[in-house]
């Protein structure tokens, strides 16, 4: 998750010269910035360099990267209407670029690693597109998810539609596996999520389970959704640093894998700390099949790069033995 960031100087070389859309237009660039973190580190896979909010930009409601601000949407989505205002258009299309960046990072990477491709999650594209920007509360989300459920349900299918499109066609230029960001349902209650998204998420993964590639469900704060989201679908169970990995797995049952789970923040600490940080969540996993080492969210911007190599090294050594 966010491999490249802005924690590389060499990505950050980059933005001093190109805004971050333009970035993720330019296949060259996007193919090359997915390229960055494993030139420098022995990474195991390499995760495309594109955004989850490409796929808003095409519905006609002003996306932009704000310096300083994070993303913004000019025209969020808050009633009937404007879910009926949102414009449809072929992502082969309107996100050829993302496509195209796939079949170069793939051609450069060979059999070196892997690449993964990846989507938002309808709920949390749905909550920038009501928010207009990130959020802590959800308020203008919950406010049109609980005041006019069939306008939420029709812009929830709009959305599942979208994504499922989107991971096929990243699948078709060649992503060996995907990953669905559903970083903030964690916001939500469990009767919230069965009945608000949990329909949503089945109707797409069930879709995307027919490409045949595995497929990664992620959220933060989920430690109350985790058996829901293992019923809504996906190989693989994100876990973020919230919660033991063990107790974890243990309550998803030994049918799909999972991923993480270390807390981005422990990268700041000494690489001593960082080792014993990875050997405890090793030793969480305890060698089972089908845990993936991540992070239990993205890296940050200011995070040290050689605590990174640390990390990496760390995990490959542990886990060899
Ligand atoms: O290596 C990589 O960088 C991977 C590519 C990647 C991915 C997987 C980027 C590049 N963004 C994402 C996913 C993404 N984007 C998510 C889901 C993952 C997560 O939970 O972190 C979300 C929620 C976004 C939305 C987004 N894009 C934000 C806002 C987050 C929030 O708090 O609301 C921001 C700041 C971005 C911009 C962005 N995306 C990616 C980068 C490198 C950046 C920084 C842009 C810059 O250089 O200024």
Known sequence: MRQAGRFLP??????????????????????????????????????????????????????????????????????????????????????????????????????????????GAPFTLASYLVEGRGSRNYVHTKTLMYGDPRAWHALMERLAETTVDYVQAQIAAGVQAVQLFDSWVGCLGPDDYREYVLPHMRAALAAIATAGVPVIHFG???????????????????????????????????GVGVQGNLDPVALFAPPEEIRRHAARILGRAGGRPGHIFNLGHGVLPETPVEHVAALVDAVHELSAR
Do not use: N
Not at 229 to 234: P, Q, T
């Open 10 to 119: 060499e990505y950050r070389a980059l933005r001093a010269q190109h805004g971050f859309l333009e970035l993720c237009k330019t296949p060259a660039l996007a193919a090359e910035v997915t390229l960055l973190p494993i030139r420098r580190f022995p990474v195991d896979a390499a995760i495309l360099f594109a955004d989850i909010l490409l796929v808003l930009e095409p519905m006609g409601v002003g996306l932009e990267f704000a310096k300083g601000d994070g993303p913004v949407i000019h025209h969020p989505v808050r009633t009937r209407e404007d879910v009926g205002r949102l414009t449809r258009a072929p992502v082969q299309m309107t996100l050829a670029f993302v496509l195209e960046t796939i079949r170069l990072a793939r051609a450069e990477l060979g059999a070196r690693a892997p690449l993964i491709g990846f989507a």
């Open 220 to 254: 933060t704060g989920t430690s109350a959704l985790l058996e829901l989201m293992r019923d809504a679908g996906g190989d693989v169970i994100g876990l973020d640093w919230r919660v033991d990995l063990a107790e974890a797995w243990g309550r998803l049952g030994p």
